[in-house]
């Protein structure tokens, strides 16, 4: 099997860390792709499950723009509603009448949402949700699960992070993953002083298993903000859309006061979505949250045509089975060589470990070798399955994996 | 001259408020408009200057999206550039190579720049270049500008807003617009504890006149920063490429140490870019930011294909003298009728109030009285000029302002 070489994604990089900090930054920043040198770095164009990077190399892609890929790179129906309504305008003066039909549907399809409020990154929501709880309640603290990711402003970055000072996370407190218990000892120290409680439906930390709520869990959440007051906030911003079209809480059982969605609900056109209850509307209506573009038409054609596209291929059960059939697959293949696949988080957005490799080195190289060969895997972050992922596409995918299994056993023996 | 009226806006409207707070929030929200019954809520479609709301009424635009649309609605060389590029992908796994052509493009461009960095909104990037402040200088206080507007997020809000705690603006210091001296105090009263000073590049508060930078203000302000090791951040956010394609310093004469750029960056696409000199590349590169559809291609293709644009019709210049011809008509009209219409802040954004005319009253109905007869006029915020108002738009603008002021003088007479 060949594998691919990289020289157009070097020049591009040494040309761009010239005139851009790190060359690339953020969560596409090439620093966590080990080794760099098996991966491309600049995207050419991408159909379907696939992408082409600028060398002309071909990728099934299990990234899929680290989530806002869901129904299909340039899938028609939502490209063609979005071309039809740039026609016509996109950031003009006045909201656009696409943005009412866009909220009615929300307020549809989600069982908690009784309003829709719109912006661009999923971070503007998770910002905007504990500035609602806190108006909500006159309290200051906000408790969110350490290790989880909500975005990058100042308070929502693990204290350590550069660019932070102490007051940013002043009345931020930290607890454990699936420890309501914890929750609980936290609301007895700072009794009315709690203003919202914030997580993922599952943990989802980089580098790291994903987690999965334990057993009643978020029930007991759920009754303890009751109790005790306290706006109980979802970041579905990475998970929404991919396990219940009525939100992730649908699928786990329990009811959220707000929810924020964004990545999977335009396919990739920008635009993120709050929904909350009836008691904090007036709330939203007083708190002021705007920006330049947040009542852009493009992205929110795109959206209602994406959210009509999921519901109709029942998109969260599609991802769910292909993601089944990849994983079954992978793990049997890994056992042939001796390795212990583990997977972690739901089968439509797994996080893959090989456990008899503590290091991590060699579970590196085996994502990396798969990506020289066409498929796209990295090694510390979950991926993500999409409705355009195709049998064929599996199918491909087993057997590079089963080649980077043989290339990997190859070099490091079963000394690891 | 016929008036418009607004059923469909209203019904819509009234659906909204159902299931949007407010019905539309933020910067678009109906509240400021004033009569309420005289203004569109909601845009159909537009084209060059103009836009045509949900009634099929006309309006030449003098919003311009509130800044965003510089080069007219659906701009040719800038829509095709987009479309491009959608064809062969925008939100997709890896960075497009547009991202380097943008970024070379950009520091060639702006002499203050040495790189850039991309991002949504414009707030996303006055929030970053604190962070990056702070990081840089191991500080935390912050000096801006009292009225000042730099996005929603916590910090940047006065005090007293909503959904705020003390510990989002502990080191937030506002000191007065063109006041130098107050600087130079605060820096005194703090020595070595200011990280930053942000100011937009000259003072555009809503609701009040604007305030160009009075003789020397800025050197001065450059001079203070240089010679005490504080980062001096320019909020070019509305005024960029609006006075000279190497950011609003070059034509106020002075050097930033960054540089926020939004609205007319793209013409409306959604994009925002951070640039700044060498000495604080390292810095950007070690504090993370980052957002979902950060890397989306199409925004950056047609922000290029904007730029190049802007600079080939020399968009700063046109839009001047456009204003100039606009304003200077629109006086000598208002002196006619015994009005002292008083144009304060640039010509391609100008802020427009009547003197005589303490209680804003009589200027918010002269603005209605426009806007129902096709030029949308808001009372409470700066105005802009794009490069796709023609002479045959002001010349329609300029009778219907004469008809506005005939109708406003019947009802007023001169008891205001």
């Avoid at 060359?23 to 992408?51: M, N, W």
């Avoid at 999977?264 to 949250?289: E, H």
Wanted: contains cysteine; charged residues 20%.
């Amino acid at each position: 099997m060949e594998t691919f070489d990289y020289p157009k994604s070097r020049d591009l990089f040494t040309r761009a860390a010239k005139v851009v900090p790190c060359g690339i930054y953020g969560h596409f920043s090439p620093a966590p792709l080990v080794p760099p040198e098996s991966y491309p770095f600049y995207t050419a164009r991408a159909a379907g499950s696939r992408f082409w990077d600028v060398d002309g190399n071909e990728f099934i892609d299990y990234m899929c723009a680290y989530g806002p890929m869901i129904t299909g790179y340039n899938r028609e129906e939502v490209d063609q509603a979005a071309m039809d309504q740039l026609k016509r305008g996109n950031c003009t003066t006045g909201a656009p009448e696409v943005m009412v039909d866009l909220a009615e549907y929300l307020v549809d399809l989600i069982p908690s949402a009784d309003w829709a409020f719109f912006a661009k990154n999923g971070g503007d929501l998770t910002d905007y949700a504990t500035m609602i709880a806190r108006d909500a309640t006159g309290r200051k603290k906000i408790v969110m699960i350490g290790g989880g990711y909500h975005g990058v402003a100042s308070w929502m970055q693990a204290p350590g992070h550069h660019g932070l000072i102490e007051e940013d996370y002043a009345h931020i407190i930290r607890i454990p993953w699936n420890d309501a218990d914890a929750f609980e000892q936290v609301i007895g120290r700072y009794p009315d002083q709690i203003a919202g409680f914030i997580a993922t439906p599952y943990h989802v930390p980089a580098f790291a298993d994903n987690e999965l709520p334990a057993e009643g869990y978020w029930q007991r959440i759920e009754t303890l903000c009751r109790k005790n007051g306290i706006v109980l906030i979802v970041d579905d911003i990475r998970h929404g859309f991919r396990f219940d079209m009525g939100g992730s809480c649908e699928y786990f059982g329990f009811k959220p006061d707000l929810i924020c969605f964004c990545k999977a609900l335009a396919n990739g056109y920008p635009i993120s979505a709050l929904v909350g209850n009836q008691s904090l509307k007036d709330v939203v209506a007083r708190v002021f949250y705007t920006g330049s573009y947040w009542f852009s038409a493009v992205p929110m054609a795109a959206a209602l045509a994406n959210l009509k596209l999921m519901k109709e291929i029942d998109a969260p059960r599609k991802i769910l089975e292909t993601g089944n059939r990849l994983l079954d697959g992978m793990v049997d293949i890994a056992k042939g060589y001796g390795y212990d696949l583990k997977v972690t988080g739901a089968p439509s957005m797994p996080y893959l470990r090989i456990t008899n490799d503590p290091s991590l080195m060699l579970h590196q190289d085996w994502c990396a070798e798969c990506t020289k060969r066409g498929v796209y895997f990295t090694s510390h972050h979950n991926w993500f399955i999409s409705t355009a992922h195709t049998d064929r596409d599996i199918e491909q995918t087993l057997a590079i994996v089963d080649e980077a299994f043989k290339v990997v056993k190859a070099q490091y023996g079963d000394s690891f």
